[in-house]
């Protein structure tokens, strides 16, 4: 349990990380980060350090061997790594902490999508298996309510949430205390609970149909997101571009993402696609993969 002095109410998750990067990394810092990962946290730390080291990915999230030595930050999406969908099992994170513990660096949590977990029972944040105060969880009510409303959270030590605190007064002062208001009675009276549990019936069962639909006409270039989320992450064929594959896809009101962003190498492979499904009728889903398959063969 956290007490008050050691959670920040924030402009959503982005403003979270904006604050941290601005108080944990300087030009020396040596910072690593998931890859590929979130695009956004990995510019925040490339504007206060050169020493962005680009950490792999494997089945169950951030691989924790000795690319984390002599790291002063890690960041991480255990919950729902992104872009690739894969959850972070408690062995690994047990392992993430040990790690950090022995290399004495901090973790950055973006639980990401951790409310949308809709087929087993969630797996413990890195953050309450801490028992060195070696990370600091980032949070944010976006996915479940609606992203305009732009309340997002930080949990840390006193001493950095002060900080943090006074930076933000800077910044923006605070959140609007009318929304923040507005949110904590929404949570206190059991409203969030109850919209999740409906949120979960509704995304587990287009999540179901996109699944089915990727493995019939696109089989073997998707993987299964182990516990939910909203998206698929797709690998195309090797010589696919996405970006060509966006507009294409877009000209038939078919939307990817396209995944080059997301990787930080100097070489990104061209043939990663986001799909997300949270916006989208059920009915539509099956006929729209066909649809995209079928762009992607037109397109060699």
Known sequence: MASDDEILITLGAQNALFLLASLLVDRSSK???????????RNMFRLRTDNVKLLPVDEQGLVVNAALDDLDLVFTTPSHQFPTTVTMPLERRLALLKKAQE?????????????TNYVN??????????????????????????????LGFMVGPKE????????RRLMVRHAPNNNQRAAALFLSLGHHDTLIRRLHKSYRARW?????????????????????????????PPRLDSEVLYKAALAKSIFIEPGRITFGGAKPPLNFFRLAFSSIDEKKIEPGIKLLADTIRSLG
């Open 31 to 41: 910072v690593g980060m998931e890859e590929p990962g979130y695009t956004d946290a």
């Open 103 to 115: 290399q004495n660096f901090l973790i950055i949590e973006d639980d990401y999508e951790f409310e």
């Open 121 to 150: 029972e969630p797996c413990p944040a890195l953050k309450s298996l801490d028992d060195d105060g070696r990370v600091i969880y980032v949070g944010s009510l976006s996915k479940t309510l609606f992203p305009g409303l732009r």
């Open 160 to 167: 950095l949430i002060a900080e943090a605190r006074a930076l």
């Open 208 to 236: 179901e149909i996109m699944g089915k639909a990727l493995a019939d006409h696109l089989p073997n270039a998707s993987r299964n997101p182990s516990f939910g989320g909203t998206a698929y992450w797709v690998k195309g």
